[in-house]
């Protein structure tokens, strides 16, 4: 009897809160908003959304949804293809904002680029690209090229992990780039706190209480940012320049009149960020490309035969070279094509309407959430025929605008595209001229789909040997 009552109330509670819903929802959609469905009360379409994310990615969820959906507790707008790229890439800082996060800001702290708007983004932004150009990057060859060296050293005659042994690559190549650290017992504390701070970071409830992995990645990031401030102090003792990105980052400058001086703050949570955004993004795009090339023997000797041809044009004692490196176009397409298959930096841009916005006819109500789906739009087969199949050779021509944004687009366009594509370029060149590889895992392309990046689930096993002189 009490049972039945109990359940009586919970019924009662539920179809009240149901119609509630409705009522609220329907005086929020404004009319022009596009149309599809809120799912249920409160949690919208929420868990399909995380299903289909974890069973396929969401380019699938996307492609069954009309244009409005409820997620996360928030309305939601899809938009994809070339015209909504086009938005992205267009907008400036007038109708779409990056939206805050709570963990981000946990995590990376407030002054970091991604929850910085508007004016403040901006001159962050300028304080911070000076050094991450081609121009000004070109310095970091000698660096790559000895760190990829000295990695596939570790590898010689032995089955590792593609994703594991990648990762610490390209840790130590972004501590490199920010501060001049090579890899040491205290570099390899720093990786183990940075792991900390990213894996369980991100992949927690937001619980601040001690034992919790949430509280565990806060504690990691407090050590992060001590070490941090320890090298900057030490230099502003030492006094002795590095001309890396740290000591750019702590010139105080001027430009056309904005100020460009950062707090030790806004240096921080920038150096912390860039490590996030660049550290498992360029280990995977490299893991995804060790594993495709040994699944396709002819594109592995095209890129083998372009590798060789640089080799031969350097003679003993030249060294990789900036015009080189540009000059090596099959590469560069395989290395396209990998990220293109791989939706590597994120599937779905994520952005707020900070107004109205007029899209296709409907209209975006400001305040609401909009998924700039990207997943669907790289696999779209009226763009790129057979979608699925690695074809580097299909960037020879040249794509319609917009249809192709790995790295983004617009303001927020990825501030580390250079570095990535110099990463991989001098890594791959390495690797082919002096090694051979082979995978141990056959037809094994499972993807987890449960973090910030969809990752091959097996970490990418292979045997490699050097290649005999
Ligand atoms: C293959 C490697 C990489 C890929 C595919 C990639 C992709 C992306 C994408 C798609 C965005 C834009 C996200 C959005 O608009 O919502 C982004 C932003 C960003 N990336 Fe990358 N990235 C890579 C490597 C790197 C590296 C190596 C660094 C740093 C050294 C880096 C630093 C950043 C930063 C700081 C942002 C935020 C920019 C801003 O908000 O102004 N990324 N990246």
Not at 299 to 321: H, I
């Amino acid at each position: 009897m009490d049972n039945l009552f109990v359940g009586q109330v919970i019924g009662a509670g539920l179809v009240l809160c149901s119609l509630l819903w409705l009522v609220v929802a329907r005086v929020r959609i404004p009319e022009g908003a596009p149309p599809g469905s809120f799912g249920w009360p409160l949690l919208g379409e929420t868990l399909d959304y995380l299903s289909w994310r974890c069973k396929g990615g969401s380019a699938a969820f996307f492609n069954d949804r009309r244009k409005r959906t409820h997620i996360l507790f928030s309305p939601t707008v899809v938009i994809l293809g070339a015209d909504a790229h086009k938005l992205l890439q267009n907008d400036g800082y007038k109708s779409l904002t990056f939206g805050h996060s709570q963990t981000l800001q946990d995590l990376f702290g407030e002054k970091s680029l991604i929850l910085t708007e508007a004016d403040q983004h901006k001159r962050i932004r300028k304080a911070i690209m000076g050094p991450m150009n081609w121009k000004s990057l070109k310095s970091q060859i000698p660096t790559l090229k000895e760190l990829s060296i000295e990695t596939l050293k570790t590898w010689e005659g032995k089955e590792v992990s593609a994703m594991k042994e990648l990762a610490k690559f390209t840790f130590y190549s972004i501590l490199g780039l920010l501060l001049s650290l090579k890899p040491s017992p205290y570099t390899e504390t720093l990786r183990q706190n940075f792991d900390i701070l990213a894996k369980d970071g991100t992949n927690s409830l937001q619980l601040k209480i001690p034992g919790t992995k949430y509280s565990r990645a806060l504690q990691a990031r407090k050590r992060l940012v001590d070490g941090i401030k320890l090298v900057l102090d030490d230099r502003r003792k030492n006094g002795k320049p590095s001309e890396d990105f740290l000591d750019h980052l702590m010139q105080p400058r001027e430009v056309s009149g904005s100020d460009l001086h950062l707090s030790d703050e806004e240096i921080i949570d920038n150096i912390l960020f860039f490590i996030f955004a660049g550290y498992e993004t360029t280990s995977t795009a490299l893991a995804r490309i060790i594993q495709l090339l040994a699944d396709h023997p002819h594109e592995l000797n095209l890129v083998k035969a372009e590798q060789k041809g640089v080799l031969q044009e350097l003679g003993d004692e030249g060294c990789l070279t900036w015009e080189k490196l540009k000059g090596m176009h099959y590469t560069s397409m395989v290395i396209n094509e990998a990220l293109r298959l791989s939706h590597l930096g994120t599937d779905v841009f994520l952005r707020t309407s900070k107004q109205d916005i007029v899209f296709h006819g409907y209209t975006i109500p400001k305040g609401w959430n909009i998924m700039i789906d990207k997943a669907t739009t790289d696999i779209n087969p009226e763009i790129f025929k057979e979608p699925m199949k690695f074809k580097p050779a299909r960037f020879q021509k040249k794509l319609p605008p917009y249809v192709f944004m790995p790295f983004g687009g617009g303001t927020r366009i990825c501030a580390g595209m250079e570095f990535a594509n110099l990463e991989m370029l001098v890594f791959i060149h390495t690797l082919i001229n002096n090694y051979s590889w082979r995978l141990i895992q056959k037809n094994n392309d499972k993807v987890d789909f449960t973090g910030v990046i969809q990752k091959p689930k097996n970490g990418i096993p292979i045997f490699v040997q050097r290649i005999s002189e």
